[in-house]
């Protein structure tokens, strides 16, 4: 079946502009991941959607960064008045949930910001 | 503050030898593993879980946890030069949906 899917795939700005990043999961994925990875850095969770319960932002870097999830699947990442440090590749991912426990993440093709 | 620990590497080995990754965790409560491989300039992907003790095998790879020492491995092999990669633990309490990863292990298979 078809996987996580993120859009743009490559997105270049200029400082001070507001940036949206797509991803779409999994179908019947009800979990949803955002991280960011820094060219040669590990991976930074940003923040995490569960259905309908209260997004986990405990990860989100500055007042700058928000996500939404729109009817539990699609979500996108908001990045306003963006800096060069924002530069990286953002990745979602997605997982089922079954018993209160979430399983494997699978994530999508990432998409690359490029701040000038 | 939950730990995940990887040997940065780069670790190397011959094409055919058997390659071990090393992972350990902080959190005792942890209950869910997993391993992912990262190729350059491209996203994680899942190679395998692992939930209870002792050892998975899923085709040339296998994963082992000891949840007493905190460690979970993955022993890749007759490596081939395409498994050259980098490898990620993640590790998951119980009561969190959110994994730990680690830094990551470079593997460098050479021909």
């Known amino acids: 079946g078809a996987g996580v899917s993120q859009s743009p795939s490559n997105k270049v700005t200029e400082k001070g502009k507001d940036v949206e990043l797509r991803c779409d999961p999994i179908s019947g994925h009800t979990a949803l991941y955002w991280y960011r990875q820094s060219l040669g850095q590990g991976l930074e969770f940003l923040i995490y959607f569960q259905g309908n319960s209260a997004p986990d932002k405990s990860g989100l870097p500055s007042d700058r960064f928000s996500a939404e999830r729109t009817g539990g699947s699609v979500s996108t990442l908001t990045i306003q008045r963006t800096q060069q440090e924002d530069s990286a590749v953002y990745l979602c991912?997605?997982?089922?949930?079954?018993?209160?426990?979430?399983?494997?993440?699978?994530f999508g093709p990432g998409t690359r910001l490029t701040v000038t | 503050q939950k730990e995940v620990e990887q040997n940065s590497g780069p670790l190397s080995v011959p094409e055919g030898a058997i390659a071990s990754l090393n992972c350990t965790y902080s959190d005792r409560g942890s209950q869910s593993f997993f391993w992912y491989r990262q190729y350059s300039g491209k996203s994680p992907e899942l190679i395998m879980s692992i939930y209870s003790n002792g050892d998975k095998e899923d085709g040339r790879f296998t994963a082992q946890l000891n949840k007493a020492s905190q460690y979970v491995s993955l022993l890749i092999r007759d490596s081939q030069p395409s498994d050259s990669a980098t490898y990620l633990c993640a590790v998951k309490s119980g009561g969190s949906y959110i994994p730990t990863f680690g830094r990551g292990t470079s593997l460098i298979v050479h021909p």
């Open positions: 991912a997605s997982s089922r949930l079954h018993g209160g426990t979430s399983y494997e993440q699978y």
